[in-house]
């Protein structure tokens, strides 16, 4: 039986190079890889305008943090241009999603359609069997050979909630080696091994806006500062100014510049009208959402109402609900109590268990509209 061929992606972080070395353990045939995201023009502009640069990815030195670990283990290291894919498929989503007064998540476009995408379109062309990549995350079958997604066994870095898209096929040909790992004996094999990141922090920003300020991001990429429009209570009465749609997010309570007696909180964004809806934190309750887009793993469908555990946020603690496809592409779900400032934007990500049942966006109010329960 011949060797499987692997293409590893290394993103110079200690994370990849570990899940290398532990292929490379195994005896597979491996070939390191890492995506270029952006320009190096683009890339200097916005590190040099970060205040915590070290905790961006895909920076130039991570590449030669990459290429120093594979040449210790002595596998070939290449580094594939993916910029113009990534601008139009990860920056501009997030541009018009932010326009639209939504709060996206481009880390899970990154791997939907980058890593898991892309990345294994070019494994298929270098005839590699498999890709691998360093997320704390598990592959696993039923008895019928249907591919699940479970969680890591780390629940501090468990990363399934950024891979609930991942599909059959894309599950088929993916290991993840460090899903059965904590993160203290990675960093702990990586510095047995005198590879040069064993110590390098995690990467935890949004990689083209590693200085966090995403207005200031989207006025420089589309080179249009956001137009001024009114904050509004609940009833529509206007109670200021605000900066722009851009700058605000669901659940928001500092940087409104509005003075009130009691605090204000972001309720919504309505991109077609430009108002910003404030009011009481009790206000950002809810406890049903409908989600959109949707990728189901253990099944193709829901016949029936599936009791889960439901996150709205990567940070949210999973909740208890009642989960309901209610079309093709539409799942409606319902918590036990209400959820505080569910997010239009955001995937919402199921759980039973370890097991992922699968994910989908948070739906706007507009969207909410055309669907029917």
Same mark, same amino acid.
């Given at each position: ?55 961006? @990815? ?7 943090? !990459?290429? !120093? ?9 290449? %580094? ?6 990534? !601008?139009?498929? =990860?920056?501009?989503?997030? %541009? /018009? ?5 939504? &709060?996206?998540?481009?880390? =899970?476009? @990154? ?14 062309? +270098?005839? @590699? ?54 993160? *203290? ?40 500062? $956001? ?6 209570? /609940?009833?529509?009465? #206007? ?9 605000? &997010? ?5 940087? +409104? ?18 108002? %910003? #809806? ?7 309750? #809810? ?13 193709? /469908? ?7 555990? $439901?996150?709205?946020?990567? $940070? ?5 609900? #009642? ?20 997010? $239009? ?8 268990? *370890? ?14 509209? @055309?669907?029917?329960?």
């Amino acid at each position: 039986m011949s060797t499987k061929k692997i293409l590893v992606a290394m993103s110079g972080g200690v994370d990849s190079s570990v899940t290398a070395h532990l292929l490379r353990l195994e005896g597979y045939e491996l070939i390191g890889a890492m995506m270029k995201l952006f320009t190096g023009e683009n890339l200097g502009d916005i590190l040099e305008e970060s205040a915590n640069n070290t905790r961006a @990815c895909c920076t130039l030195s991570d590449a030669e943090d !990459a290429r !120093a670990v594979a040449s210790s283990m002595g596998i070939p290291f290449y %580094v594939f241009n993916y910029t113009e894919a990534f !601008a139009s498929e =990860i920056m501009e989503r997030f %541009v /018009k999603a932010y326009q639209q007064g939504l &709060t996206p998540n481009p880390c =899970i476009d @990154c791997n939907r359609f980058m890593k898991f995408q892309k990345f294994l379109h070019r494994a298929t062309e +270098l005839e @590699c069997d498999y890709i691998a990549t360093g997320h704390y995350a598990r592959i696993d079958t039923t008895p019928s050979g249907r591919f699940l997604l479970k969680t890591g066994v780390d629940s501090t870095k468990d990363q399934s909630y950024v891979l609930y898209a991942m599909t059959q096929q894309q599950l088929s040909r993916t290991l993840l080696p460090l899903g059965g790992l904590k993160k *203290e004996e990675v960093r702990a094999i990586a510095e047995a091994q005198g590879f040069v990141n064993a110590k390098k922090r995690d990467s935890q920003d949004i990689c083209f806006a590693p200085d966090g300020d995403y207005a200031g991001f989207i006025e420089r990429h589309t080179q249009t500062p $956001a137009s001024k429009g009114r904050f509004i209570n /609940k009833n529509g009465k #206007t109670l200021g100014e605000h900066k722009g749609i851009i700058n605000y &997010t669901i659940g928001q309570r500092k940087g +409104l510049g509005l003075f009130n007696p009691s605090p204000l909180y972001v309720l919504g964004m309505n991109a077609s009208e430009n108002t %910003v #809806t404030v009011g009481a934190s009790e206000d950002l309750f #809810t406890n049903t959402l409908t989600a959109h887009d949707i990728n189901l793993i253990p099944m193709d /469908k829901l016949d029936g109402a599936l009791r889960v555990q $439901a996150k709205i946020r990567y $940070a949210h603690q999973a909740q208890p609900a #009642t989960l309901r496809q209610t079309d093709n592409d539409q799942l409606h779900v319902e918590f036990d109590s209400p959820q505080r400032a569910i997010t $239009a934007g955001q995937a919402v990500v199921f759980y039973d268990g *370890e097991i992922v049942i699968g994910g989908g966006t948070i739906s706007g109010e507009e969207e909410k509209s @055309c669907q029917i329960y």
